[in-house]
């Protein structure tokens, strides 16, 4: 890729890659993944603008996705502490209904 296409793609935001002591731009696997990225946009006649905000919004879904992901793992941890509160109130539930039927015989319904 020309340098010169790699400036333009910098001061356009597209790419910010990192500076050695001496200035020197030093691309990342991540800055040649983002360049492989722009260059396909490209490749279908979108101009950098569309490519910056195509960017802009697969970053977007990208973080919304670690988003879901975050509450789906709360959520599933909820559920693990219902079920396991549930679980425990159940006992005393169930003592109830074991003394509940050594009920005495006057409480039979079929005397």
Known sequence: MHPQTLRIYERRGLLTPARTTGGNRRYSDAD????????????????????????????????????????????????????????????????AMARFGERPSIFDPER
């Open 32 to 95: 040649i993944a983002r360049l492989l990225r722009i260059t396909e946009l490209a490749a279908t006649g979108m101009n950098l603008e569309g490519i910056r905000h195509v960017m802009t919004l697969e970053a977007e879904v990208v973080r919304l996705r670690g988003e879901v992901e975050q509450l789906r793992q709360g959520l599933m941890h909820a559920i693990t502490e219902i079920e396991s509160r549930s679980r425990s109130n159940l006992v005393p539930l169930r003592q």
